[in-house]
C-alpha cells in the first residue's frame, strides 16, 4: 500500500505508524493552552519525534465536541510559525490539521506535507485545490460540525454508513484531480458518535481496509475511553494503548493518531515484534514485517 506525500512516498509494510498530535490552541481537550510560544510546540513537536513519531500533526482550530469557529487569519497566526520552523528541524512528515482552504495551502507551500481534513473536503469548496499541490490527504467521517456532533448522533448501520461516506468522499476527490495514492481514511472515532458507535467501530476497524487505503485511527484520550475505566483524561493512557494494540495485532490501521507517542511506540513494537515471531514460526515463508519505507 503507497501513500504519496508531496515530494515522498511511504509504503506500508506491516507496520503501524505513529502520528503525534500538537495542538496550538488555547480549548482543544486535551492539550489545549500547552504551547504558549511557537518554539515550545515544536520543542514538544521534536520530542515526539525523537520519541519515534514519524508524522507531527499540528492543529490551530479545536474539534472538540461543542468547539466553536475561528477565523482562517488566526488559526495562520497559530500553526504557521511552528511550521515554518518545523519544516527547518525535522524531516518527518508534516500534518496539518485544517478544513480550510487558506490554512492547508499557505502551511503546504511552507513545506506541509499532509493535510488532515476532519471535513473530507466537504466543508471548504477550495479545498480540492490545495490538494492537487500533491499533498497527502486524510478524508474523515465526520456527523455533523464540532458544534452539533454530539447532538443524538443516529446510524442506520454504522460500518456501512460511514462506508458509504468514505467511498463518496474518496470519489469525489479523484474527480476533482486527486490521486488515489494521495488519499488515506479516518473512520472518525468520537466524531458525531456514541459510545456504542465507536465500540462497534473498533470491533469492526479491520472492515475499513476494503478501500485498499491507509487507516488513520485517532482515539487517543477520547471521552468513551473514560466511560469504559472511569478515568480522567489526564489518566486515559493505558486505556489508549489498548486501542493502539488492538488495532495493531489485528492489522486494522497502517497510522495511529496520538498524543503519547512513546508509550505507544514501545506497545506496538512489541506487538509486531510478536507478530512477525509468529509468523516465522508458522510459515517456512519468510514474511515482511519490516517496517515502511520512505521514498524521498
Not at 182 to 205: S, W
Request: a negative charge; aromatic letters at 4%.
Amino acid at each position: 500500500m503507497r501513500w504519496q506525500l508531496r515530494n515522498r512516498t511511504w509504503t506500508f509494510r506491516n507496520h503501524l505508524i505513529v502520528m503525534g498530535i500538537v495542538n496550538v490552541t488555547p480549548d482543544s481537550f486535551s492539550d489545549g493552552g500547552r504551547f504558549p510560544s511557537p518554539r515550545a510546540a515544536v520543542d514538544h513537536a521534536l520530542k515526539l519525534v525523537d520519541e519515534g513519531a514519524h508524522i507531527i500533526d499540528i492543529g490551530g482550530e479545536s474539534t472538540r465536541p461543542g468547539a466553536t469557529h475561528i477565523a482562517a487569519e488566526e488559526e495562520l497566526r497559530r500553526v504557521l510559525p511552528v511550521v515554518k520552523l518545523l519544516v527547518r528541524e525535522t524531516d518527518e512528515a508534516i500534518s496539518i490539521d485544517t478544513s480550510k482552504a487558506e490554512v492547508a495551502r499557505i502551511c503546504v507551500m511552507e513545506g506541509a506535507h499532509i493535510v488532515n481534513d476532519v471535513t473530507a473536503l466537504a466543508g471548504d469548496p477550495e479545498m480540492p485545490e490545495v490538494a492537487r499541490m500533491g499533498c497527502g490527504v486524510i478524508l474523515m467521517h465526520m456527523q455533523g460540525t464540532p458544534a452539533t456532533m454530539q447532538v443524538a448522533p443516529h446510524y442506520d448501520n454504522v460500518i456501512e454508513d460511514i462506508c458509504t461516506y468514505l467511498q463518496e468522499r474518496m470519489e469525489f476527490a479523484v474527480a476533482s484531480g486527486i490521486s488515489l495514492e494521495q488519499i488515506a481514511l479516518d473512520p472518525g472515532v468520537g466524531f458525531g458518535k456514541t459510545y456504542a458507535h465507536n465500540m462497534e467501530m473498533l470491533a469492526r476497524l479491520n472492515e475499513f481496509q476494503r478501500f485498499g487505503r491507509p487507516i488513520c485511527l485517532g482515539a487517543s484520550r477520547k471521552g468513551f475511553l473514560g466511560k469504559i475505566t472511569g478515568q480522567e483524561l489526564e489518566r486515559r493512557i493505558t486505556a489508549s494503548l489498548a486501542v493502539a494494540c488492538h488495532a495493531a495485532m489485528h492489522g486494522s490501521a497502517q497510522i495511529i493518531r496520538v498524543h503519547d507517542v512513546q508509550q505507544t511506540r514501545d506497545a506496538i513494537d512489541v506487538i509486531e515484534a510478536l507478530g512477525s515471531q509468529s509468523s516465522v514460526v508458522s510459515s517456512p515463508s519468510p514474511t515482511d514485517h519490516g517496517p515502511l519505507t520512505t521514498d524521498h
